[in-house]
């Protein structure tokens, strides 16, 4: 059973986090205006009263950054919420909510309005608003090691599903549930559960006092007891949760449409199937590939020349890859090697004999690929993303692979999840995939940002399918 108490405990938060805002506001103005004089060269004047339209300005912005956070689901009961996901979410809606502010600010030309007061109540707003949930994350640990708030769950099903979830849970102890037990005919040996009783003790099972959930996790053959599990669950009023057979088919995050009486589940729907998503990450995408294309283009001089000088031939080398929505196009790259035929199928090696020795030097540090910057600004390619692939193998992965064509439902990318995580060059193909689907199934623009910093920091740039 839901605890009665949950919404009580979220508007208690919802409103602790006004206060945390507010508060966060009048010491960014007390810092400003009051402290930070008296280390102004020349000495501390008389302190400043602030204004009162700016405190009431503050209010305001408190209590509607706690309405934007309500509509964003941060104070949604369900314990799936990870904290990085909270904290990416303030993160953001802070972010916007105080580059706002300040447009409003500015507009109503508001007299003691300071750019500074703003910058430190971001600062301290966030900071503050974050370092709740972390004390709170701790807190629950603590009290989880002592036995204490636990989510009581019973669990229907004794097959493979139902030990999926019992594994799901025990890789991620900190979000509180304790499974109770099962009820299952025959349990299989992986679920790690004591059984209560049969499928045929539902209704018994189910009218014990103390669960807070039900979770249905039945394999194919047992679905014919759904019908009896949903009628105990209702009987009892209990929340119903149920993991599908088909789990292992569906996205990360699966969304559900309604057709009349019929629910279409998408299994292959992506977070860029969102025009906001898709528009964000183009934007990043147009904005990004033309500013690095002003700061590198000294060095794509000096490699077009080197190019040109150690060789003959062509400066810019233009490969056929596979891309969004598996459409062809021309990837850009510095030759790195001497003109040869066979180009279209195979992987060079790192002591391939075709190389020249500056092409050998442009490979080392990536420099090869700063062309493929004018491909993301034309749109072929996205900064992050899969890494695109020849024709050739295309055609040979995808009937070898499972899902391997997921990958073009997004635009190829520069560098990738894939790569930050080690998987470059002579690697495990089918590894490699399940990193890209997994990004495609959870990509956000924070990601990105991870991807693209680990990118610069964390080694080579790209260095992968160095195709001759």
């Known amino acids: 059973m839901i605890k009665e108490n949950q919404r009580i405990r979220a508007v208690c938060s919802s409103a602790l986090d006004a206060v945390l805002l507010f508060a966060a506001y009048w010491l960014a103005n007390y810092l400003r205006f009051n402290f930070w004089r008296y280390y102004q060269p020349g000495g501390a004047g008389p302190a400043l009263d602030i204004a009162q339209e700016t405190v009431f300005a503050g209010a305001v912005y408190a ?188 996205p990360a995050r699966p969304t559900i449409d309604v057709l009349g009486s019929c629910k279409l589940i998408n299994v292959r729907q992506t977070p860029f199937d969102n025009i906001l998503n898709a528009f964000a990450k183009r934007s990043l995408d147009f904005l990004g590939s033309l500013v690095l294309i002003l700061l590198t283009s000294p060095i794509m001089l000096a490699v077009a020349i080197g190019v040109k000088l150690s060789s003959p031939g062509p400066v810019i080398f233009c490969q056929k890859r596979v891309g969004l929505n598996k459409k062809e196009f021309m990837m850009y790259k510095f030759r790195s090697m001497r003109l040869n035929a066979g180009e279209a199928t195979g992987w060079s090696t790192n002591e391939d004999p075709r190389k020249t020795r500056f092409g050998s030097f442009i490979r080392k540090f990536s420099l090869d690929e700063l062309p493929q910057f004018f491909n993301v600004l034309k749109g072929d390619m996205s900064l992050v993303g899969p890494r695109p692939e020849v024709p050739f193998h295309v055609e040979h992965f995808k009937e070898e692979i499972p899902r391997y064509l997921v990958r073009q439902q997004v635009r190829p990318g520069l560098t990738g999840w894939a790569q930050v995580n080690g998987l470059r060059g002579d690697t495990d193909i089918a590894e490699r995939i399940r990193y890209d689907i997994w990004y495609i199934e959870n990509w956000t623009l924070a990601l990105d940002a991870k991807i693209i910093f680990r990118t610069v920091f964390g080694g080579k740039m790209i260095n992968d399918e160095k195709l001759v």
């Open 63 to 250: 209590v509607a950054a706690v309405a934007v956070f309500w509509l964003c689901g941060l104070y949604d009961a369900s314990r799936l919420r990870g904290l990085w996901r909270r904290c990416r979410m303030i993160l953001l809606v802070n972010a916007g909510g105080i580059l706002l502010f300040e447009a409003l600010l500015y507009q109503f030309r508001v007299v003691n309005f300071s750019r500074l007061v703003v910058g430190l109540f971001y600062v301290f707003g966030t900071g503050l608003l974050i370092a709740k949930r972390v004390v709170r994350r701790f807190y629950d640990r603590w009290r989880h090691r002592q036995g204490q708030d636990f989510h009581h769950v019973v669990l229907v099903g004794g097959g493979k599903v139902a030990a999926q979830y019992l594994l799901a849970l025990e890789q991620n102890p900190y979000y509180g549930y304790r499974v109770d037990g099962c009820i299952a005919d025959a349990p299989d040996a992986g679920v790690a559960a004591p059984c209560l009783g049969g499928y045929a003790e539902m209704e018994r099972v189910l009218s014990a006092p103390g669960i807070d959930e039900v979770v249905i996790a039945l394999d194919a053959a047992e679905m014919s007891h759904i019908p009896a599990a949903l009628a105990a669950c209702d009987k009892q009023g209990l929340r119903i949760t149920m993991v599908p057979f088909y789990n292992d088919y569906l």
